[in-house]
């Protein structure tokens, strides 16, 4: 089965550009998550869904990112405009509810974001 | 919400010596607990977790142990091999939450050959 896939996967972007990372979760899957990793402040959850709808997005920096799930296998997450503080490497990670595997969380590859 | 510390940050084994990396959580309603290693240029990868019902769990060469009262939990890696060498993270949840987890800060394992 194919893993957890994100787009673009190294993005360099300008100040005030419109960023959108794209991610594709395990078919099956119906949790949904963004991560954040720098080294000031490792991985941080961002935001994540179920069902397709928006359960905790306490971690969302502020209103330049958004993140959206249309349908159960895609989901962007926005930020406009970015800023040179936003470069970091942005995971997208699925996971299945009610499955032995129990709370198992598949990562993918990253987006590694750099802002000039 | 929960609090995952992770000690060390950092860790040099020569190998085929043991590796021990220990982390504490806050949450006494925490009852999940994954390990993951993560690659340069990877995102991290779930290598062994463990639940609250059991203390220990092995699969080969790593295994985890978990202390309830104490609220900690540890990594053990035995016989270490260079390409042991990543960065560990422990993260901790409750089942209720269904996977929103609480990761530590890391360690960097460096296996010497």
């Known amino acids: 089965d194919a893993g957890v896939i994100q787009s673009p996967r190294h993005e360099v972007t300008e100040m005030g550009q419109e960023v959108t990372l794209r991610c594709k979760p395990i078919?099956?899957?119906?949790?949904l998550f963004w991560y954040r990793q720098t080294m000031m402040r490792g991985l941080e959850l961002l935001i994540y869904?179920?069902?397709?709808?928006?359960?905790?997005d306490s971690g969302m920096p502020e209103d330049r990112f958004s993140a959206k799930m249309p349908n159960a296998s895609f989901s962007t997450l926005k930020i406009q405009p970015s800023e040179p503080r936003d470069s970091a490497v942005y995971f997208c990670a699925s996971s299945r509810s009610g499955s032995r595997a129990g709370n198992t969380i598949y990562f993918g590859e990253g987006s590694w974001l750099t802002v000039v | 919400g929960e609090n995952v510390e992770q000690h060390p940050s950092t860790l040099s084994v020569q190998e085929g010596d043991s590796a021990v990396i220990k982390c504490t959580y806050s949450?006494?309603?925490?009852?999940?607990f994954p390990w993951y290693k993560q690659e340069l240029g990877k995102g991290p990868q779930l290598i062994i977790d463990i639940r609250s019902n059991v203390g220990e769990k092995k699969d080969q060469r790593i295994a985890v142990t978990l202390n309830k009262t104490a609220k900690h939990f540890s990594l053990h890696i035995t016989e270490t091999q260079p390409e042991d060498s990543a960065v560990y993270f422990c993260a901790a949840t409750r089942g209720s939450t269904l996977g929103r987890l609480y990761f530590g800060r890391g360690t960097q394992l460096t296996v010497w050959p």
């Open positions: 078919s099956g899957h119906d949790y």
């Open positions: 949450d006494s309603a925490s009852n999940y």
């Open positions: 869904f179920n069902n397709n709808v928006p359960i905790d």
